[in-house]
């Protein structure tokens, strides 16, 4: 039985450290993935996809480890947020947040693998949010990250540390805030829990000079 640890292998973009934040750059990878809109905590496809996304992820595990001798870990919940009006998103107006949960994949998990996957699920379970899921590329490249550890609810001071570490070294934000779920909140206490928040960021356009 062949093992990957995928957490070990890309152990950069998975563990950074909450002291000082860092840069990376994030190649193209492979997720399954579901898109929405809501507050997360009030909203009832925020779980069915979170529900979805696991269901299929551990049916893909056991369906490779049986039928290619490949055994793997499950990668943690990931999600991508924003607004179509930022300022909706900067204020906590959860109601306007859209966001993509998404759980990455081992290279050698395809479409085919993946729609194998869905259909066994659905012989077994009627899930709401599995119809909506899909398998996709996702290409973050340069970005800025840290470690937020504590509450969901107390991430704001974190984001705000991560933002002026990347434009304090010439970059500006660009693309969608990016949070990836390290602890179980039904297994951690919220002052333990562990996130890593991620920005994609580019260099910042130079100012130019108004013509005299």
């Known amino acids: 039985m062949k093992k990957i640890d995928l957490r070990k292998q890309l152990r950069e973009l998975y563990t950074p450290s909450p002291r000082e934040a860092e840069i990376v750059k994030v190649p193209k990878f492979g997720f399954l993935m579901i898109d929405g809109q809501g507050d ?6 925020f779980r069915d996809a979170v529900q979805a996304l696991y269901a299929v992820a551990y049916t893909l595990k056991f369906m490779i480890k049986k039928e290619k001798k490949i055994d793997y870990p499950v990668m943690a919940l990931e999600g991508l947020w924003w607004a179509d009006d930022m300022a909706a998103f900067a204020a906590g107006n959860r109601a306007e947040w859209k966001w993509t949960l998404m759980i990455l994949q081992p290279t050698f998990v395809t479409k085919a693998l993946v729609k194998k996957a869905i259909k066994q699920v ?26 937020h550890v504590g509450p969901y ?18 970059y500006e934000l660009h693309g969608k805030h ?3 779920y390290m602890s179980d909140p039904r297994r951690v206490k919220p002052g333990k829990m562990k996130t890593v928040i991620r920005q994609p960021v580019r260099k910042a356009s130079p100012i130019s000079k108004p013509v005299d």
Request: glycine share 8%.
């Open 122 to 147: 659905q012989e077994k379970k009627e899930l709401a949010a599995l119809g909506a899921l899909r398998f996709s590329s996702y290409v973050e490249g340069l970005s800025v990250q840290i470690l």
């Open 40 to 45: 997360p905590n009030a909203s009832q496809g």
């Open 153 to 170: 609810s107390l991430e704001a001071p974190t984001i705000e540390r991560l933002h002026n570490f990347a434009k304090e070294r010439g």
């Open 178 to 180: 990016h949070e990836i």
